[in-house]
């Protein structure tokens, strides 16, 4: 167990560089599976501890999988479970992408139920609607969804009544060597299912329309692995954009691809940042007083649900007072009350948090409720009075690379500590020393 420790004060500078999307890495991982012949290759596969998880429910389904430099490749020629335990599908919810595929594949699964995490409930009903349209038999029983096919999946027409992201991932994959043409309607539009088809569609399968509202696919009888480059991860490279701002700072995001940062680049600039889009990624520079803007998160290419917690860390420092309303998820404010321990002045009512801008940010012991809030309270500590001390890092390992190497290569002063370790506003040396020893950071502190 560890912790971040931030001491506030430093101006981001200099360039970063952003890892492979974790939001596309995961499903394409569980696409894979529908490679009966050949290997697939999956480059700029970020180690982070989801892709080590699902990594392991492949393994357990009896696909070979070596992970190496950012490279997994998948073996998934021969499978002898299409099974998903509790074990791995606790850990984490995407392990349930693997359903589509083993169902349509194999004619049959049973994955546990994925757990309602702390953001919301987040049910399944929508993937399964769209199994059931296609054929399938469900069975819900002991923890475990059971799907069952007759023979092959049958095209169907599916209304998805949210756009989302996994339910749209799911039904793709699952229709991809179902018999027939199967339509999603109102399907999500996240780059990330784009970079999904994209691959899905270099394995051989026949797609249109990823990236609207309405895709079509139509069903072919097999599969192939293929070589394939993971999109850079646009949270990511959002969470080092707000970094760079609350900061003050002047920061290259290399890799950011801004077409799929629209909604965070037009909030930036409204508050009086200035964004340069290069070919090869976004520079933030951020010399003026911030203004308070309001922000509704919503699905692509509305602001990212992903993002809502980054954002609120930058309001607090901008002048004014700012909406923020979260439309996704119904429990994503928990980051509010681990704020307020940091001085900051923010009121939920319902699905809305008022933020008072300006507060005189302090440093304190705080804890990652969740991955994007774990991020939000390190860009917090960056300029709180201080230091801030962030547990819970195991939420921060889910989706971030090397996130405390690459502050500090950007100026910041942040650290992992053991949990146990006591640090005081003079304790950062012996944190370094601690982290010297293990190994794990090779960087020296610059104490302000
Ligand atoms: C691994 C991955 O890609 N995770 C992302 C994905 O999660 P995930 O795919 O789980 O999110 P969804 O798009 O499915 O969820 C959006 C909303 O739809 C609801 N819903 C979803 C499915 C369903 O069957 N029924 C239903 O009601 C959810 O409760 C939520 O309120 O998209 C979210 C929304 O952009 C992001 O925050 C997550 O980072
Ligand atoms: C909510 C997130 O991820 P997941 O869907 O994997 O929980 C996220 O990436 O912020």
Not at 100 to 128: E, F, K, N, V
Not at 147 to 171: P, Q
Not at 274 to 289: C, L
Request: aromatic share 4%; hydrophobic share 45%; charged share 20%.
């Amino acid at each position: 167990m560890s912790k971040f420790i931030v001491r506030g004060g430093n101006v981001l500078t200099g360039n970063v560089k952003v890892s492979g999307a974790k939001n596309s890495v995961l499903p394409i991982i569980a696409a894979s599976l529908l490679g009966e012949e050949g290997v697939s290759i999956i480059r700029d596969a970020p180690p982070l501890d989801d892709v080590m998880t699902i990594n392991k429910v492949l393994e357990h389904l009896g696909a070979a999988v070596t992970y190496e430099q950012e490279v997994i490749t998948v073996d998934a020629q021969k499978l002898v479970s299409c099974e998903a335990p509790y074990e791995w599908v606790r850990k984490m919810r995407a392990s349930f992408l693997v359903m589509g595929p083993l169902l349509t594949r194999m004619g049959h699964t049973r994955i546990s139920l994925p757990g309602g995490c702390a953001i919301g409930t987040r049910p399944i009903d929508q993937h399964l609607k769209g199994f059931e349209a296609m054929g399938a038999e469900i069975n819900l029983g002991q923890g475990y969804i059971e799907a069952k096919s007759e023979g092959r999946l049958r095209g169907a027409k599916i209304y998805l009544d949210v756009a989302s992201v996994g339910a749209t991932e799911n039904i793709m994959m699952a229709a991809t060597l179902a018999e027939g043409t199967t339509i999603i309607e109102n399907a999500a539009k996240e780059p990330e299912i784009v970079d999904l088809a994209n691959y899905l569609t270099s394995m051989g399968a026949i797609i249109r329309g990823a990236g609207t509202g309405m895709i079509r696919i139509e069903g072919v009888e097999k599969l192939h692995g293929v070589d394939h480059t993971v999109i850079p991860d646009r949270v990511e490279a959002g969470t080092f954009m707000i970094a760079a701002a609350i900061t003050g700072g002047d920061v290259f995001v290399e890799g950011a691809i801004a077409d799929h940062l629209g909604p965070v680049i037009s909030k930036l600039e409204e508050m009086g940042v200035a964004i340069d889009i290069q070919e090869n990624g976004v520079r933030v520079t951020a010399n003026k007083p911030l203004r308070s803007v309001d922000v509704k998160t919503l699905p692509y290419p509305g602001f990212p649900t992903d993002m809502q917690s980054q954002m609120m860390a930058l309001l607090l420092k901008s002048e004014g007072t700012s909406v923020v309303a979260e439309t996704v998820f119904e429990n994503r404010f928990m980051h509010v009350e681990q704020f307020s321990l940091m001085n900051a002045e923010i009121k939920v009512e319902g699905r809305t948090a008022i933020v008072t801008g300006g507060s005189n940010l302090r440093g304190a012991k705080v804890c990652a409720t969740d991955l994007r809030a774990g991020a939000a309270l390190i860009i917090a500590g960056l300029v709180a009075e201080g230091t801030t001390e962030v547990s819970g890092t195991h939420h921060i390992d889910r989706g971030y690379v090397n996130l405390a190497e690459k502050l500090q290569g950007l100026g910041a002063n942040i650290w992992r500590v053991s949990m146990d370790e006591e640090v005081d506003a003079s304790g950062l040396e012996k944190a370094s020393t601690v982290q010297e020893e293990l190994g794990i950071f090779k960087v020296q502190p610059t104490l302000a």
